[in-house]
């Protein structure tokens, strides 16, 4: 089958899809965004969440058919290297990279955080981003990249509101 | 002390920024102003660092990883990324028996499926059908048995994955079931915990199948120390048992072989060792080094999961045999089959000391179920029986620890690696040991633990530092987390917002425990790296390139290797060049050994290029000048200051070494004592666990985990806290709730649905104090970090339950039912 998505805000098109392909699948191996991840496949790890209609989602769990018509946001539209998301930015400062793979879902669910809640303390940071597993950090430093992207972005807006996206 | 994160709030840090490379994966220009220099938390005095320069974003500052940019914005190429047009996809058929013979295999209606390109069997592996990392003992695909439950059994490449998986499913296998060998001391004769003969193997005397020609005995090491008639005040006995751990890294085995045009094929592919796969490929496929490239693709996790090879021989089949470039991406319920786990372990322990707290001796029989294949069976039982007493000064010390094949998943190398498993039982004996002479556990372990020039159960003495009994004394002066108030948050109760209780029948607990931890491999193995550095001038400024084979699998060693170059070279610019084989063995990244041996390496190759700079510069001014240093971009002499610029020095020449690089050699220890000069190098670390349990459910919650550590020297402070962090979490998983649940050779849970890694909300605040006590032996000091903290954490953790709850919990993961007693 032909889907038809609007993937960070471009129109993008994916023929001979197979009917059991994963939103995830389509991203990673038709459209060439392969920055959400592929570890577990099963929605355990949070580590290919992704924005659909504005949601947080495991992309592994979407059906790419489901996905026809509808608007999703990937890390890949968060940030580019010459400018990058605070969050992002934080990530790499509070060293709560290491070998990455949980990275860019822990980074989409940060944003989706942020937007709801600018000031999370540690509590709230763990229950919501309990749904991202990380392997190597044991979360001391992604709690920290949280804090510091969330100063960063209240500083950045004055009026109170996390900005959306850069 | 600079260096402790508290769990209050975010550290300040400052604005600093990197800028990717687009050259490769790893590379990337240096970094604006990065961490200043951290103090550390203990320098003893008369020590002298010996580090030429305060170079910026060198070594012992926290500069921003030069991978840190794409991994964040989702550029960076992991294995599982890669993608090429016209490519296939791999898969592979598994045995769905733990052991079976197989009679026929019929390819025929698999291969006629449309979008199939290639189905392989042994028939078609070209050279030699066995692999192996210490012994090829493993066939690349199945030949006449299946020894466990997962074992490759054929191959199919198609143009989509899923036709690739329906095709699997087509082959016909005929196999003549066989009863599986499932338990340890079964298959090598022993009954429970009878005083047994040194060496008994039932599958060499046919009392239980004999699952391969050598036996089923893949190691015994005994260690005879002191008097073995020795008796004590004071005797404590416990047996214990380790369940089997998995890796569970996130990035999935993966990799990409491209076939050249004659004969050759080109392997992209996440490991640990490059080299060491490369000759494993290279023996299986019948071709010469030159035909058989590797190149690092992004590692998504390492662990020891990806020191055995896993589709890199079944890739490269696949690619020559179909004229195509062939990705091959397990699943997660293919990855537990995929890689080798942690060794499960059954122990028997026992202790004696003398009234006043002396330990006497210590007497451990030690049994490491390997599964089906070898895998480093033999370095895991090495380092079991060498080191797993403890860190502590024993004067009569025995040790018998067997490492055995059974028709299991195959067990190998992960964190902490046979340390990890005796250290749950020895712990537990001191504790028990304490309880017993009535004496506080930290006090026991501070009077027994290891020091400098102390010597340990192999006869080796310490000649650096083991400040075991400082590590205690400053973790106990720690601050203890606030107790519980009336204030109800259930996000801090055990069972979290489950609402499983509001505080009812929640008990706390405090448990302590140390570990130590061979750095680098041992027992005579020729370890050593090999550095490629070079120093030219780029657009104006001196440019650094360093390249190695080693591998970066998220711990920051190409981080690393850019501060040793800048602080060396007294250069900013510094580009780490993606690993391959085009450059000589690093060795693995394994053993905590890569920041140690390739930066020694790194650090070597850095002088001699130094070295050429200087002569270039005396020859230049027509006169010797014997205290030059490079700094700052220029050439420096001690007396008369800044005498050139090292672009200027350097002009249009490019000087560029190799350097091979050997740490101190090891020795084999003697067969019949256990005794010699087998680690090169021990790392220490202690840990504190509070916990508070709900004794009603069995749930645990860790409230904090806080842990000191002997670093030697902090290359990098913020990696070496991200090391030891994330070592503490992998040791709490196994405390709590890591388990591969088995049954009859067949794993029950591999998903990470049924097989549980600690989540941000299992996971506590960690507090650590880093100690600096320099190795004279290392380069700049340094010690391994990787693993320590991997081997302390979980014995505190159980610890700290077995404080709460008053129960014996001999069983690691601690579950539920054991605390409830269901």
């Known amino acids: ?166 | 002390m600079t260096f402790a994160r508290t769990p209050a709030g975010p550290p300040a840090f400052p604005a600093g920024t990197a800028t990717a490379s687009a050259e490769a994966t790893t590379a990337a220009t240096a970094g604006p102003p990065p961490t200043p220099t951290e103090t550390p938390t203990k320098t003893p005095a008369g020590v002298k660092t010996e580090l030429p320069s305060n170079a910026v974003g060198g070594v012992g500052q926290s500069p921003a990883r030069p991978d840190g940019i794409l991994k964040v914005t989702g550029d960076f190429a992991y294995s599982s990324d890669l993608w090429m047009d016209d490519m296939l996809w791999g898969v592979t058929l598994r045995s769905p028996h733990p052991y079976a013979r197989i009679r026929s295999i019929d390819i025929a209606e698999a291969l006629a499926v449309a979008g199939v390109f290639a189905v392989l069997t042994h028939e078609d592996v070209p050279g030699e059908n066995r692999y192996g990392l210490e012994l090829a003992d493993q066939p690349v695909l199945a030949e006449e048995v299946v020894r466990y439950r997962g074992e490759a059994v054929a191959l199919v490449a198609a143009d989509h994955p899923e036709i690739a998986r329906q095709a699997a499913k087509k082959i016909k296998v005929d196999y003549e079931v066989l009863a599986p060998v499932t338990d340890a001391r079964v298959a090598v004769g022993h009954a429970p915990w009878e005083p047994a003969p040194d060496l008994v193997d039932a599958g060499r005397d046919g009392q239980v199948p004999q699952l391969h020609e050598h036996g089923n005995v893949v190691r015994y090491l005994k260690l005879r120390k002191g008097d073995a008639d020795a008796t004590a005040d004071v005797v404590v006995t416990g047996d214990y048992v380790v369940g089997m751990q998995d890796q569970a890294f996130l990035g999935p085995e993966s990799g990409l072989a491209v076939p050249d045009d004659v004969g050759g094929v080109d392997l992209y592919v996440a490991t640990q060792w490059l080299h060491v796969d490369q000759r494993q490929v290279c023996a299986a496929l019948g071709l010469g080094p030159d035909q058989v490239r590797l190149t690092l693709s992004g590692v998504g996790g390492a662990f020891g999961g990806r020191e055995d090879i896993s589709m890199q021989v079944h890739g490269c089949l696949l690619a020559l045999h179909t004229g195509k470039p062939v990705k091959m991406v397990y699943n997660r319920a293919e990855s537990f089959v995929g890689h080798v786990h942690r060794h499960p372990a059954t122990m028997h322990y026992e202790y004696g000391a003398n009234r006043d707290g002396r330990l006497v001796f210590a007497r451990a029989r030690i049994y490491l179920d390997g599964g089906a294949y070898a895998s480093s069976t033999e370095a895991v039982v090495g380092n079991a029986g060498t080191m797993g007493l403890g860190p502590y000064v024993i004067p009569n010390a025995s040790m018998d620890c067997w490492g055995v094949y059974t028709n299991n998943p195959p067990c190998g190398a992960m964190r902490g690696f046979g340390a990890v498993q005796a250290a749950f039982a020895s712990e537990a004996q001191l504790d028990k040991l304490a309880a017993a002479l009535g004496m506080d556990p930290v006090e026991l372990r501070r009077r027994n633990g290891m020091h400098e020039g102390a010597e340990n159960p192999t006869g080796q003495v310490i000649d650096s530092a083991a400040p075991v009994g400082e590590l205690l004394e400053r973790l106990a002066a720690m601050p203890m987390p606030p107790g519980r108030d009336d204030r109800l948050d259930l996000r801090e109760m055990p069972g979290g917002v489950s609402n499983t209780t509001h505080g009812e029948g929640v008990r706390r607990g405090v448990g302590y425990a140390v570990a130590y931890k061979n750095v680098g491999y041992s027992e005579g193995f020729d370890d050593y790296s090999t550095a490629r550095v070079r120093l030219e001038v780029s657009a104006g400024e001196p440019l650094a390139t360093v390249h190695t084979a080693a591998v970066e699998v998220g711990q920051g060693l190409v981080t690393v290797e850019q501060q040793i170059c800048r602080t060396e070279l007294g250069v900013d610019r510094v580009v780490v060049r993606t690993a391959d084989t085009q450059v000589g063995s690093a060795g693995s990244s394994s053993a905590s050994r890569q920041t140690y041996v390739t930066g020694g390496a790194v650090r070597y190759a850095c002088e001699q290029v130094r070295e050429q700079v200087f002569v270039l510069l005396q020859q230049r001014l027509g006169r010797t000048i014997a205290d030059l240093r490079l700094e700052g971009g220029k050439v420096v002499s001690e007396c008369e200051g800044p005498l050139a610029s090292l672009a200027d020095v350097l002009g249009q020449r490019v000087i560029e070494e190799t350097h091979e690089w050997r740490h101190r050699r090891t020795h084999p220890i003697d067969p019949e004592t256990g005794q010699g000069f087998a680690h090169v190098q021990y790392a220490f670390s202690a840990h504190r666990a509070v916990v508070d349990v709900d004794v009603e459910l069995g749930l645990v919650k860790v409230v904090e985990l806080a842990c000191v550590e002997d670093v030697g020297k902090a290359m990098n402070p913020q990696a070496v806290l991200g090391q030891i962090q994330g070592g503490s979490t992998q040791g709490l998983g196994l405390a709590v709730m890591e388990e591969i649940q088995i049954r009859d050779g067949q794993i029950l849970n591999p998903s990470f649905t049924d097989y549980l890694i600690p989540t941000i909300l299992d996971t506590p605040p960690m507090p650590i104090e880093v100690l600096e006590y320099p190795d004279p032996h290392a380069p700049y000091g340094l010690r391994g970090v990787g693993e320590p903290s991997a081997i302390s954490s979980g014995p505190a953790v159980v610890a700290a339950i077995r404080a709460a709850t008053g129960l014996e919990l001999a069983r690691i993961p601690v579950r539920p039912e054991h605390i409830v007693g269901v």
């Not at chain 1, 805000?9 to 959400?36: F, I, K, Q």
């Not at chain 1, 430093?141 to 996206?165: M, N, Q, Y």
């Open chain 1, 1 to 166: 089958m032909r889907i038809e998505i609007t993937v960070n805000g471009r129109t993008r098109e994916a023929d001979d899809v197979w009917e059991g392909e994963s939103l995830l699948y389509v991203l990673r191996e038709r459209l060439g965004l392969p920055g959400s991840k592929n570890a577990c496949e099963q929605g355990e790890c949070g580590s290919c969440s992704v924005y659909l209609d504005g949601v947080l989602v495991c992309a592994c769990l979407v059906a790419a058919g489901q996905a026809q018509g509808r608007e999703v946001v990937t890390v890949e539209g968060l940030g580019s290297a010459e400018r990058l998301h605070p969050v992002q930015q934080a990530f790499v400062e509070a060293g709560a990279v290491q070998c990455g793979f949980c990275t860019p879902g822990l980074v989409v669910a940060t944003h989706d955080l942020l937007a709801r809640s600018p000031h999370p303390d540690d509590a709230e940071i763990r229950e919501s981003l309990a749904g991202n597993l990380c392997r190597c950090t044991g979360y001391e430093k992604i709690i920290d990249a949280v804090h510091l992207a969330a100063g960063r972005l209240t500083a950045a807006a004055p009026s109170g509101a996390a900005e959306e996206g850069t």
